[in-house]
């Protein structure tokens, strides 16, 4: 069974930073693309980044390329955003999935908070 536990949120300043990760089991996560996917409240889901299973390519969405750094350690089992320059529009649920896109299975999140 896919677990996937997301940690490491926050409420933090306009500004600051944080370091989302993702503790994953039960399935191989070195074969695996991984995403993190965001949800503000009232909003759609938005696919924020992913990185393919050997950490060699990424994406990133326009909203937070320049700021966000996804990465995974497969020794670990975890996969990572490192968010820096937060804004209030970062705000969200935040999730990570399998997969290359938001379709795969999810965690549970963590809540992202960003304000003065």
């Known amino acids: 069974e896919v677990q996937l536990v997301e940690s490491g949120g926050a409420m933090v300043q306009p500004g600051g930073s944080l370091r989302l990760s ?15 996917v ?22 990133y969405a326009d909203s937070v390329k320049g700021r966000f750094t996804i990465s995974r350690d497969n020794a670990k089992n975890t996969l990572y955003l490192q968010m820096n320059s937060l804004t209030p529009e970062d705000t969200a649920q935040y999730y990570c999935s399998t997969g290359w896109g938001p379709f795969g299975s999810w965690g549970q999140g963590t809540q992202v908070t960003v304000s003065s």
């Open 38 to 59: 965001r949800q503000a409240p009232g909003k759609g889901p938005e696919w924020v980044s992913a990185i393919n299973n050997d950490g060699h390519s990424t994406y």
């Open 22 to 36: 993702c503790a994953a089991s039960g399935f191989s996560f070195n074969r695996y693309d991984m995403s993190w």
